[in-house]
């Protein structure tokens, strides 16, 4: 993404705190204008963090000015006092900015158990406010990374009668990756104006098909949250009746997080295969989850996929542990890339070993499942499990 890239009514700031590392900013302040509107989206994980306790409590008091966010640590299973802590850190922003405390939604990510080292954000927080600028979001991205190896930012701008629509996103995320949502943030803004409630339901429409079809390794963080603002600035307003210009919305937003999405899969702690699972012809959305997770999540599917081994048994056991009622295996069908592996519950005749390693050789694979047992599809991204996933998360706290 462009550096010089804005989005008006948007200014974003980091400094170092050094709350886990020195070598990269760690705290990043993010201004809202005002009059704009905000959604958010957060851990369904009940052992959510503190910060996550009090931006939803905040959210829902008035609408946010400031965003904060740290990492290196994620006060998460601080109790009360990491609580406190969350929001002693509010309230350090609101009296640096002059405004409430209530108007600061708090977000943290890294290490879990641990008490947030509030007597390093004071200065940390006076400098990222210094440092305030439109074209902060780089910036912000890599503050807020943690075994993240790399920054994650997508942007799309289009038009609607004329005017020019931006919208700008970053992610962070490596590990502990599943839907509802992720380890993860995200935060996505726009110069369009978006109703409240409008913009509540886009956010979830697009979530829902790029945060929430993404997996790691299937472990649900306590620190998710997803921002979507609008600021308005661009003086054209979306709205329920204007259908065609609320679809080009919907679109472009999705289009954003999808990439935001696979960026942290692309990243994944240790990964070097990106993997698309695509289940079809389900009964319902439901099934072909269930399907498409219980391939993601198999271990010996991913580590199958780690060292190019194209041992698709694997891809129909865990098809047939997926829980799915009365499947009947005589119209099922599995294809690797472009190599068939069954047809219609029988093994492709066309199959060769060479064929299938070739494919498993790929940096980025697709599979593909045909239930046969109605209309439904729903995609799934993942990634494979390597030495690395194991010696990354072995060595987190060290």
Known sequence: MDKDLAIEGILLGTASAGIRQTERDDIAVIEICEG????????????????????????????????????????????????QDGLQTCQMLAETVNCSSTSVLPFSTGVIGERLPTALFQPAIETAVQNLKETGWSDVAR????????????????????????????????????????????????????????????LNNAIDKSFNRITVDGDTSTNDACVLIATGKSEFCITQEQVSELEMFQAALGNVCIQLAKAIIKDGEGATKFITIEVQGGQDKEEALEVAYTIAHSPLVKTA?????????????????????????SKVSVTLGDVSLIEAGEPAVTYTEEQGAAVMAEDEISIYVDLARGIATETVWTCDLSYDYVKINAEYRT
């Open 143 to 202: 503050a807020i990374m943690t075994t993240d190896t790399r920054p994650k930012q997508a942007e799309t701008s289009f038009e609607i009668n004329g005017q020019t629509i931006t919208i700008v996103g970053i992610s962070k995320g490596s590990g502990m990756i599943r839907p509802d949502m992720a380890t993860m943030l995200a935060y996505v803004a726009t110069d369009a104006e978006v109703e409240q409630e409008l913009l509540n339901s886009c």
């Open 305 to 329: 996929f780690f060292a190019s081994d194209p041992n698709w048994g694997r891809l129909l056991a865990a098809i047939g542990r997926a829980g799915i009622t009365d499947l009947d295996i």
């Open 36 to 83: 704009s509107n905000v959604a958010a989206v957060f851990t369904r994980n009940a052992f959510c963090a503190a910060p996550v306790t009090i931006a939803k409590e905040h959210i829902s008091q008035q609408a946010p000015r400031y965003l904060l966010i740290n990492s290196g640590n994620a006060n998460a299973g601080t109790g009360s006092e990491g609580y």
